[in-house]
T-cell receptor
Framework: DQQVKQNSPSLSVQEGRISILNCDYTNSMFDYFLWYKKYPAEGPTFLISISSIKDKNEDGRFTVFLNKSAKHLSLHIVPSQPGDSAVYFCAASNDYKLSFGAGTTVTVRA | KAGVTQTPRYLIKTRGQQVTLSCSPISGHRSVSWYQQTPGQGLQFLFEYFSETQRNKGNFPGRFSGRQFSNSRSEMNVSTLELGDSALYLC??????????????FGEGSRLTVL
C-alpha cells in the first residue's frame, strides 16, 4: 500500500519557469518530509526537507510546502534550469522508516 | 570522503538462482538501509541495519535477507530469484539509525536482471 503518492509521473517545463512537483500522503503519523533527486545511473541525492511542525522551507531555488490538513507536499523550483532535469522522489518519515513515492521525471526544455 | 560503494554494479541471473549484493557505507556511518527501485513503484524499503542488528524491515518475502558486519559493511541476499526481482537495488547510509530527519546518502545501485 503506497503511503506516499506522486500522481504525476512526468513534468515538462521551460527553462526559467517554475516547476511544481506534488506529493500526497496517507499516514498522518509522518513527521518529516523530504525530496530526493536522481540522475540516471546515479543514486538519489538529498535535496530538501521539512519537519511536520513547519509549513515551508526554502533553500535557494528550492522551496518545499507542507499542507498537513490536506496531507499534501509540494516542491517548487524557481527558476528551472536544464540541470534540474532528473527524477524527483518525495519521501516521508515516521518510526524510523522512510516511505518513497514513485517519482516524477522533470524535463527542463531550453 | 568516499561515498557509498555498491558492488557489483550490474549482474544477470536466472530464475531460481541466488544473489548477494554488497554495500560499503560512508566512513563513520553506522546505519545501512536497502531499497528496491522498480519502474512505477519508486523506492521500496527492504531493511535497515545499525551496529550489526536489523532495526527495521519492509514488506518483502523471506527470500530477501541481509546482514551487517562489524565494519558497517552490509550485504543483502536474494534467494530463489524470480523475474519480478529484476530491479535496481540501492544501498544508503547515515550516521545514526535511519536518522529520523531522513537524510540518507545513496550508492549508485546494483542493477539486477533476472532471466
Amino acid at each position: 500500500d503506497q503511503q506516499v503518492k506522486q500522481n504525476s509521473p512526468s513534468l515538462s517545463v521551460q527553462e526559467g519557469r517554475i516547476s511544481i512537483l506534488n506529493c500526497d500522503y496517507t499516514n498522518s503519523m509522518f513527521d518529516y518530509f523530504l525530496w530526493y533527486k536522481k540522475y540516471p545511473a546515479e543514486g538519489p541525492t538529498f535535496l530538501i526537507s521539512i519537519s511536520s511542525i513547519k509549513d515551508k522551507n526554502e533553500d535557494g531555488r528550492f522551496t518545499v510546502f507542507l499542507n498537513k490538513s490536506a496531507k499534501h507536499l509540494s516542491l517548487h523550483i524557481v527558476p528551472s534550469q536544464p540541470g534540474d532535469s532528473a527524477v524527483y522522489f518525495c519521501a516521508a518519515s515516521n518510526d524510523y522508516k522512510l516511505s518513497f513515492g514513485a517519482g516524477t521525471t522533470v524535463t527542463v526544455r531550453a | 570522503k568516499a561515498g557509498v560503494t555498491q558492488t557489483p554494479r550490474y549482474l544477470i541471473k536466472t530464475r531460481g538462482q541466488q544473489v548477494t549484493l554488497s554495500c560499503s557505507p560512508i566512513s563513520g556511518h553506522r546505519s545501512v538501509s536497502w531499497y528496491q527501485q522498480t519502474p512505477g513503484q519508486g523506492l521500496q524499503f527492504l531493511f535497515e541495519y545499525f551496529s550489526e542488528t536489523q532495526r527495521n524491515k519492509g514488506n518483502f518475502p523471506g527470500r530477501f535477507s541481509g546482514r551487517q558486519f562489524s565494519n558497517s559493511r552490509s550485504e543483502m541476499n536474494v534467494s530463489t530469484l524470480e523475474l519480478g526481482d529484476s530491479a535496481l537495488y540501492l544501498c544508503a547510509s547515515s550516521l545514526a539509525i535511519l536518522a529520523n530527519t531522513g537524510e540518507l546518502f545513496f550508492g549508485e545501485g546494483s542493477r539486477l536482471t533476472v532471466l
